[in-house]
């Protein structure tokens, strides 16, 4: 299996700092990476495929980048619907694996 | 606008099979691809495994063949039975559509989840 690892495992910010969160693939992925936001209670949402797409709708505020093995999700002037746990997911294979989230609070 | 919704029962007995269905609108359950997965405090997000627009179904081997997934075109659903369950088959259980192309693939979107308690 591909292991995703994410870091930190939470965070804590303010509205209108900018937020990194690390996404670590124990092997070359190229860009086959996903990033979804939770929320409580709720279902997974896409925001970005493909490492570095926006998913339609999803505000210019988030942004992905890296390939190979480490990749970022940038948050740009955190609004208050950001705070949420994020999820990476490979898609390299088709045994698809997710980091274990790394959960956004409000400082 | 597509749209997915997991219905079952949300207690089963240990050793039986946990059956769920996930009911969609919006597509045809035969034009895309399809997967369930789980989430719980454990574990963190599972994949179980992936029902191709084919027919052809993919299960994650960690499941050592408990899972199975199936399609009823006729009722525009698709389902999946997990046998001889344990308290470690506790968990919340998403239905997922598969979009994308080639191996560039996404979970999008999902049902809103149903909880899933192993107890006699």
Known sequence: DIQMTQSPPSLSASVGDRVTITCRASQNIAKYLNWYQQKPGKAPTLLIYSASTLQSGVPSRFSGSGSGTDFTLTINSLQPDDFATYFCQQCFSTLYTFGQGTKLEIK | ?120
């Not at chain 2, 769920?20 to 597509?27: F, K, R, Y």
């Not at chain 2, 191709?52 to 075109?73: C, E, F, I, M």
Request: aromatic share 10%; charged share 10%.
């Open chain 2, 1 to 120: 606008q597509l749209q997915l919704e997991e219905s079952g029962p949300g207690v089963v007995t240990p050793s039986e099979t946990l059956s769920l269905t996930c009911i969609v609108s919006g597509a045809s359950v035969g034009s895309l691809h399809w997967s369930w997965i789980r989430q719980s405090p454990g574990r963190g997000l599972e994949w179980i495994g992936v029902l191709q627009s084919s027919g052809s179904p993919n299960y994650n081997p960690s499941l050592k063949g408990r899972a199975s997934l199936s399609v009823d075109t006729s009722k525009n659903h698709f389902s999946l039975n997990l046998t001889s369950v344990t308290a470690a088959d506790t968990a919340v259980y998403f239905c997922a559509a598969i979009l994308g192309s080639g191996n560039y693939n996404w979970f999008d979107p999902w049902g809103q989840g149903t909880l899933v308690t192993v107890s006699s």
